[in-house]
């Protein structure tokens, strides 16, 4: 059984930079894409952007684009969301999910594991 670990989450000020990180334990991740999702108060869950783990390949919301970078450790297992130039609007709890085969989607139903997600705050 897969589980996924997010960390990194926090209070930052606006313009500011976190990162996240998504560990994967049980199994390898060799033919599963890893995405991040986010969610805000009131709002539907929507995505962030993911990678796809064999090729790297990433794909990204255009909202976090040029902002978000994601890039993966295969050694341990890891996803990391590098998030700069933060703005208010981007407050959510962010989460990591995985998914079968090798194209990134955008749809909460094609993700089957999923973390249990952390907090990013942005104040302004």
């Known amino acids: 059984q897969l589980q996924l670990v997010e960390s990194g989450g926090g209070l930052v000020q606006a313009g500011g930079s976190l990162r996240l990180s998504c560990t994967a334990s049980?199994?390898?991740?060799?033919?599963?894409?890893m995405a991040w999702f986010r969610q805000a108060p009131g709002k539907e869950r929507e995505f962030v952007g993911g990678?796809?783990?064999?090729?790297?390949?990433?794909s990204y919301a255009h909202s976090v684009k040029g902002r978000f970078t994601i890039s993966r450790d295969n050694a341990k297992n890891t996803v990391s969301l590098q998030m700069n130039g933060l703005k208010p609007e981007d407050t959510a709890v962010y989460y990591c999910?995985?998914?079968?085969?090798?194209?990134?989607?955008?749809?909460?139903?094609?993700?089957?594991?999923w973390g249990q997600g952390t907090q990013v705050t942005v104040s302004s």
């Open positions: 049980g199994r390898t991740l060799s033919n599963n894409v």
């Open positions: 999910s995985v998914r079968q085969g090798t194209v990134v989607s955008g749809l909460t139903g094609n993700y089957d594991y």
């Open positions: 990678i796809t783990w064999s090729t790297g390949k990433t």
